[in-house]
């Protein structure tokens, strides 16, 4: 994106990111997930770093289990350190509450350890160009394997090909309480399809298992569920959905990584 428009947007939105979740099925030897180390580093630490970097962002606020778990020299780089080990809604607001200040608010996960400063700024310029109130990215999965070669995702075929979801939530702070609920289903629903689907209704069902699903019905249904202008960002950058939930998935991100070196 040209950088002369990036820079209207400078520092237009807050961040919280999410560091707890199940780190056991990457590395036994830690907690939370964001924790897991990735060439010498956690990975929630790469991704605060790359937050850092873009210039759409604001105030950063890490939510994690326990915060004497977290370096000091990480703690440095965040505004606010949030301790919260609740479900992924409840996380979610327990650091917005933090950092409430009328601007948007990002949410991240912090297994995108791959994330850029350029993909950040991306998603955040087209969703506040778009106008809307809530916005979710859209990979295609050709982008997804050629950023990541060997990665395997959840996929869904919708009009413009296959696709996956990205790690990223964008939205006003003030509708984060009214949809923290059906939020929380879409999340604990996010790797099947089918679970995802009987959430979002009959009709909307027999278009994702039909194929005939354009992302129009994606940004109408989310429209719905939040009850304001929501839309599916479509994005080129692949790391915003390369999140790292097995041992293959950290080996290509570390690869991608050394190679960016």
Not at 92 to 107: F, K, P, S, T
Not at 163 to 191: C, H, M, P, W
Not at 199 to 213: C, D, H, P
């Amino acid at each position: 994106m040209n950088n002369d428009i990036v820079k209207n947007y400078t520092k237009s939105v807050n961040v919280v990111v999410l560091g707890g979740g199940d780190g056991e099925p990457v590395d036994g030897m830690n907690g939370p997930k964001g924790l897991v180390e990735l060439l010498g580093r956690p990975m929630i630490e790469w991704v605060v770093d790359a937050l850092r970097e873009a210039q759409t962002v604001n105030n950063i606020a890490i939510v994690i289990p326990d915060a004497s778990a977290i370096s000091e020299r990480l703690k440095e780089k965040v505004d606010y350190v949030v301790e919260s080990d609740g479900g992924f809604s409840d996380n979610c607001i327990a650091g917005i509450n933090a950092i409430r200040d009328g601007l948007h608010v990002l949410g991240v996960s912090a297994d995108v350890p791959a994330i850029t400063a350029e993909a950040v700024d991306d998603f955040v310029v087209q969703t506040l160009q778009a106008g809307v109130d809530f916005s979710y990215p859209v990979i295609h999965k050709e982008d997804m394997e050629a950023q990541f070669p060997g990665s395997v995702r959840t996929y869904i075929k919708i009009k413009d090909g296959n696709v996956t979801g990205g790690n990223f939530l964008l939205g006003s702070a003030e509708i984060s309480d009214q949809v923290k609920d059906i939020f929380q289903k879409l999340f604990e629903t996010r790797k099947s399809p089918l679970k995802m689907a009987r959430v979002v209704g009959i009709k909307f069902a027999a278009k994702f298992a039909s194929g005939t699903l354009d992302v129009h019905d994606v940004e109408e249904k989310l429209s719905e569920f939040c009850e304001a202008p929501c839309a599916a960002i479509f994005t080129k950058y692949a790391s915003l959905g390369a999140d790292v939930d097995k041992p293959i998935d950290l080996e290509i991100t570390r690869r991608v990584l050394e190679q960016r070196k």
